[in-house]
Protein backbone atom coordinates (compact mmCIF):
# COMPACT_ATOMS: atom_id res chain seq x y z
CA UNK A 1 0.00 0.00 0.00
CA UNK A 2 2.84 2.12 1.22
CA UNK A 3 4.63 1.99 -2.44
CA UNK A 4 0.95 2.97 -4.18
CA UNK A 5 0.89 5.51 -2.29
CA UNK A 6 3.96 6.94 -3.71
CA UNK A 7 2.54 7.43 -6.94
CA UNK A 8 -0.34 8.90 -5.49
CA UNK A 9 2.05 11.46 -3.16
CA UNK A 10 4.00 12.56 -6.17
CA UNK A 11 0.72 13.02 -7.97
CA UNK A 12 -0.70 15.51 -6.15
CA UNK A 13 2.78 17.55 -4.44
CA UNK A 14 3.80 17.90 -8.20
CA UNK A 15 0.10 19.51 -8.88
CA UNK A 16 0.39 21.09 -6.01
CA UNK A 17 3.84 22.82 -6.62
CA UNK A 18 2.95 24.00 -10.27
CA UNK A 19 -0.59 24.80 -9.92
CA UNK A 20 0.14 28.45 -10.07
CA UNK A 21 0.55 30.18 -12.85
CA UNK A 22 4.93 30.03 -13.84
CA UNK A 23 6.89 29.66 -16.98
CA UNK A 24 6.17 26.95 -18.29
CA UNK A 25 2.67 26.21 -18.51
CA UNK A 26 1.86 29.69 -19.41
CA UNK A 27 4.12 29.00 -21.80
CA UNK A 28 2.46 25.80 -22.89
CA UNK A 29 -0.63 28.03 -23.15
CA UNK A 30 0.25 30.41 -24.97
CA UNK A 31 1.87 28.02 -27.65
CA UNK A 32 -1.53 26.03 -27.39
CA UNK A 33 -3.46 29.50 -28.59
CA UNK A 34 -0.71 30.75 -31.54
CA UNK A 35 -0.08 27.55 -32.40
CA UNK A 36 -2.14 24.56 -31.80
CA UNK A 37 -2.65 22.00 -28.93
CA UNK A 38 -0.60 19.40 -30.62
CA UNK A 39 2.65 21.55 -30.71
CA UNK A 40 2.06 22.85 -27.18
CA UNK A 41 1.94 19.14 -26.09
CA UNK A 42 5.03 18.70 -27.82
CA UNK A 43 6.37 21.48 -25.76
CA UNK A 44 5.21 19.87 -22.48
CA UNK A 45 7.10 16.45 -23.29
CA UNK A 46 10.25 18.21 -23.71
CA UNK A 47 9.37 19.72 -19.93
CA UNK A 48 8.10 16.83 -19.06
CA UNK A 49 11.25 15.18 -19.75
CA UNK A 50 13.57 17.20 -17.48
CA UNK A 51 11.11 16.88 -14.42
CA UNK A 52 11.74 13.09 -14.34
CA UNK A 53 15.26 13.04 -14.24
CA UNK A 54 15.44 15.99 -11.79
CA UNK A 55 12.80 14.42 -9.49
CA UNK A 56 14.97 11.08 -9.75
CA UNK A 57 17.94 13.39 -8.55
CA UNK A 58 15.40 15.25 -6.22
CA UNK A 59 14.75 11.62 -4.47
CA UNK A 60 18.50 10.27 -4.44
CA UNK A 61 19.40 13.24 -2.57
CA UNK A 62 16.38 12.82 -0.26
CA UNK A 63 17.08 9.45 0.51
CA UNK A 64 20.98 10.37 1.39
CA UNK A 65 19.87 12.93 3.23
CA UNK A 66 17.46 10.78 5.09
CA UNK A 67 20.06 8.38 6.32
CA UNK A 68 22.20 11.40 8.05
CA UNK A 69 19.77 12.81 10.92
CA UNK A 70 22.56 15.30 11.43
CA UNK A 71 21.98 16.45 7.70
CA UNK A 72 18.51 16.73 7.97
CA UNK A 73 18.99 18.85 11.43
CA UNK A 74 21.64 21.29 9.73
CA UNK A 75 19.11 21.36 6.34
CA UNK A 76 16.35 22.53 8.95
CA UNK A 77 18.54 25.35 9.86
CA UNK A 78 19.76 26.39 6.85
CA UNK A 79 15.74 26.33 5.65
CA UNK A 80 14.86 28.35 8.24
CA UNK A 81 17.11 31.09 7.57
CA UNK A 82 17.19 30.63 3.52
CA UNK A 83 12.98 30.74 3.63
CA UNK A 84 12.80 33.52 5.92
CA UNK A 85 15.32 35.70 3.66
CA UNK A 86 13.40 34.64 1.30
CA UNK A 87 10.00 35.92 2.53
CA UNK A 88 11.90 38.98 3.48
CA UNK A 89 12.49 39.06 -0.33
CA UNK A 90 9.57 38.86 -1.88
CA UNK A 91 6.70 40.77 -0.02
CA UNK A 92 8.70 43.68 0.67
CA UNK A 93 11.25 44.05 -1.49
CA UNK A 94 11.09 42.23 -5.14
CA UNK A 95 9.09 44.40 -7.59
CA UNK A 96 5.57 43.08 -9.14
CA UNK A 97 6.56 41.70 -12.57
CA UNK A 98 5.42 42.87 -15.46
CA UNK A 99 2.55 40.84 -17.54
CA UNK A 100 3.73 40.54 -21.62
CA UNK A 101 2.98 39.07 -24.20
CA UNK A 102 5.91 36.44 -25.20
CA UNK A 103 6.54 36.26 -29.04
CA UNK A 104 8.49 32.88 -29.00
CA UNK A 105 10.02 32.08 -32.95
CA UNK A 106 10.34 28.75 -32.37
CA UNK A 107 7.61 27.11 -34.69
CA UNK A 108 8.86 23.83 -35.72
CA UNK A 109 8.03 20.57 -33.70
CA UNK A 110 11.72 19.62 -32.36
CA UNK A 111 11.78 22.98 -31.51
CA UNK A 112 8.84 23.31 -29.50
CA UNK A 113 10.28 19.90 -27.88
CA UNK A 114 13.61 21.39 -26.89
CA UNK A 115 11.93 24.78 -25.84
CA UNK A 116 10.04 22.67 -23.11
CA UNK A 117 13.18 20.93 -21.85
CA UNK A 118 15.05 23.86 -22.33
CA UNK A 119 12.89 25.99 -20.13
CA UNK A 120 12.25 23.12 -17.82
CA UNK A 121 16.03 22.87 -17.14
CA UNK A 122 16.23 26.66 -16.02
CA UNK A 123 13.74 26.04 -13.58
CA UNK A 124 15.78 25.03 -10.34
CA UNK A 125 12.89 24.73 -8.14
CA UNK A 126 11.84 21.47 -8.28
CA UNK A 127 15.12 19.68 -6.85
CA UNK A 128 15.02 21.42 -3.57
CA UNK A 129 11.11 21.46 -3.69
CA UNK A 130 11.20 17.56 -3.99
CA UNK A 131 14.03 16.65 -2.08
CA UNK A 132 12.21 18.64 1.04
CA UNK A 133 8.54 17.14 0.07
CA UNK A 134 10.47 13.23 -0.14
CA UNK A 135 12.28 14.34 3.36
CA UNK A 136 9.04 15.17 4.88
CA UNK A 137 7.28 12.21 3.55
CA UNK A 138 9.92 9.36 4.41
CA UNK A 139 10.15 10.79 8.23
CA UNK A 140 6.40 10.72 8.78
CA UNK A 141 6.20 6.75 7.54
CA UNK A 142 4.55 8.00 4.07
CA UNK A 143 7.28 6.60 1.27
CA UNK A 144 10.28 4.35 1.41
CA UNK A 145 12.94 5.16 -0.86
CA UNK A 146 12.90 1.69 -2.34
CA UNK A 147 13.51 1.47 -6.44
CA UNK A 148 9.96 0.99 -7.12
CA UNK A 149 8.50 3.23 -4.41
CA UNK A 150 10.77 5.99 -5.93
CA UNK A 151 9.91 4.81 -9.65
CA UNK A 152 6.73 5.17 -9.02
CA UNK A 153 7.13 8.77 -6.97
CA UNK A 154 8.79 10.09 -9.72
CA UNK A 155 5.64 8.71 -12.18
CA UNK A 156 3.36 10.37 -10.01
CA UNK A 157 5.46 13.74 -10.60
CA UNK A 158 5.40 13.44 -14.02
CA UNK A 159 1.72 12.42 -14.09
CA UNK A 160 1.16 15.27 -11.86
CA UNK A 161 2.83 17.96 -13.80
CA UNK A 162 1.63 16.62 -17.35
CA UNK A 163 -2.26 17.03 -15.76
CA UNK A 164 -1.80 20.74 -14.88
CA UNK A 165 0.08 21.55 -17.96
CA UNK A 166 -2.86 20.27 -19.86
CA UNK A 167 -5.41 22.22 -17.75
CA UNK A 168 -3.60 25.17 -18.82
CA UNK A 169 -3.51 24.04 -22.31
CA UNK A 170 -7.57 23.97 -22.78
CA UNK A 171 -8.57 26.27 -20.06
CA UNK A 172 -6.34 29.11 -20.38
CA UNK A 173 -8.59 31.24 -22.43
CA UNK A 174 -11.20 31.15 -19.73
CA UNK A 175 -8.94 31.98 -16.79
CA UNK A 176 -6.47 34.18 -18.63
CA UNK A 177 -7.84 37.35 -16.89
CA UNK A 178 -7.19 35.76 -13.20
CA UNK A 179 -3.45 34.60 -14.65
CA UNK A 180 -2.57 38.35 -15.20
CA UNK A 181 -3.99 39.18 -11.86
CA UNK A 182 -2.26 36.01 -10.14
CA UNK A 183 1.26 36.82 -12.29
CA UNK A 184 1.16 40.42 -11.00
CA UNK A 185 0.64 39.34 -6.89
CA UNK A 186 2.87 36.30 -7.85
CA UNK A 187 5.31 38.11 -4.92
CA UNK A 188 2.75 37.68 -2.88
CA UNK A 189 1.87 34.18 -3.15
CA UNK A 190 5.35 33.18 -3.12
CA UNK A 191 6.16 35.18 0.13
CA UNK A 192 2.83 33.50 1.90
CA UNK A 193 4.80 30.43 0.82
CA UNK A 194 7.99 30.57 1.61
CA UNK A 195 6.76 32.17 5.13
CA UNK A 196 4.91 28.70 5.61
CA UNK A 197 7.61 26.49 5.16
CA UNK A 198 10.04 29.18 7.55
CA UNK A 199 7.24 28.59 10.20
CA UNK A 200 7.53 24.63 9.69
CA UNK A 201 11.18 24.45 10.11
CA UNK A 202 11.43 26.50 13.48
CA UNK A 203 8.67 24.49 14.62
CA UNK A 204 10.69 21.21 13.53
CA UNK A 205 13.50 22.93 15.26
CA UNK A 206 12.15 23.93 18.25
CA UNK A 207 11.12 20.28 19.01
CA UNK A 208 14.21 19.26 18.13
Known sequence: MAVA???VWGFCLSAIGIALPGLINMTAAKISVR???????????GALVIIFFQTYIAVAFAKLINSRPDLIYMLQEIGLVLFSL???????IAKKPKVKEEDTKVR?????????????TLNF???????????????????EFAPLSNFLFVMGVVLGSFSIFYLYIIFFKKIENKTAWIMQNMNYFLGSVTGLVAVVNLI???RN
Do not use: W
Not at 108 to 120: D, I, N
Not at 128 to 143: C, D
Open 5 to 7: MAL
Open 35 to 45: DGRSRALIFVA
Open 86 to 92: LTIYFLF
Open 108 to 120: TKVGRFFLGMLLS
Open 125 to 143: FPIPYFVFVSVTLANNGHI
Open 204 to 206: KIL
